[in-house]
């Protein structure tokens, strides 16, 4: 009986020194393994060969939408990660009810993070308000004070509103003989605008006080040997930046003003925007070397009330 006890001890040992062997080893067979997969390597089985892998991250607004790599249901919604994915390309599908989907193809790199966080679910039936109460022919829009502008060429008439399309009333008649108009637009200050066609620019004041008549007399400036481009308003909201086929010019919204030419222009329909809160022109104007080719140079002219060039052409304006 002590025989057998001592055999059995012995084969228990032997079998635990195997066993513990065995594991030691497999251990140290599956550590690269399990070292590959703990620094983002994951096994090719086309290639046959550990590769180092990369992700995507989903990020959606709103929130919630339904993943799809291709072609099939990822187990987490917007926002996710969709991690050890080996290097290629794979086809992404976000899908939120009652949204338009997103689609896309989407390059994987290894060990770098492919990002998808620019994506906005935009409503089947999307959000559509008509603001306007009357037929216009043309609009401009406030940000800062968040009002429209409607002009009605027909009937002659200027409209107001609000963003909401509260407060819809008309606030200037048009003059009855100006006739076509070009472009317009408001004054900073919001109390007149000016329209404009090749030879004359007429500026009217709003009436904010009066629905039955306008109190204000247009001003009228005209241009018999020019063509005028295009016309701005200054931030004074007094004097104008005219464009003609000859000059760039500033002039005073008044009766009888007179233009001065500030720059004299090589092109007939020159190019130009105007930055209103800094009193800066750009404008595109062609240079004739003396070669007599030609080529575009893009200018900025500073027009600001306290710069030394502005200040000079008021003063000897004054002066004539």
Known sequence: ??????????????????????????????????????????????????????????????????????????????????????????????????????????????????????????????????????????????????????LDQEKKVVYRSNFDASNFEDIASLPEYFSPIDNWNISPDEKKFFIYNAHQIAVLTFDLGSNDEYLATPVFLDYDQEKITNVFWHSDSYHLVVLTNKYIQVIEARALARPINLVELNKENAMASYDQEQDLLFFGDSQIPADNGSYNNLYKLELSANSYLFDKFIKGKVND
Not at 31 to 52: C, D, E, H, M, R
Not at 66 to 71: L, M, S
Not at 96 to 101: G, K
């Open 1 to 150: 009986m002590q025989q057998y006890n001592f055999l059995t001890e012995a084969a228990f040992e032997r079998i635990r020194r195997i066993l513990f062997y065995f594991c030691l080893l497999v251990f140290f067979l599956g550590l690269p393994f399990i070292l590959t997969f703990a620094l983002g390597y994951k096994f090719n089985y086309q290639s046959l060969k550990f590769v180092k892998t990369g992700l995507i991250y989903i990020k959606t607004q709103p929130e919630g939408a339904k993943v799809y790599i291709n072609g099939k249901l990822f187990s987490q919604k917007s926002p996710t990660s969709i991690q050890e994915l080996l290097p290629g390309v794979y086809k992404i599908v976000l899908e939120l009810a009652a949204h338009y989907p997103w689609k896309a193809e989407v390059d994987v790199e290894a060990g770098k993070v492919s990002r998808i966080d620019k994506v906005i679910f935009f409503p089947l039936r999307p959000v559509l308000e008509q603001l306007n109460r009357e037929k216009f022919s043309s609009f401009r829009i406030d940000l800062k004070r968040k009002l429209i502008y409607y």
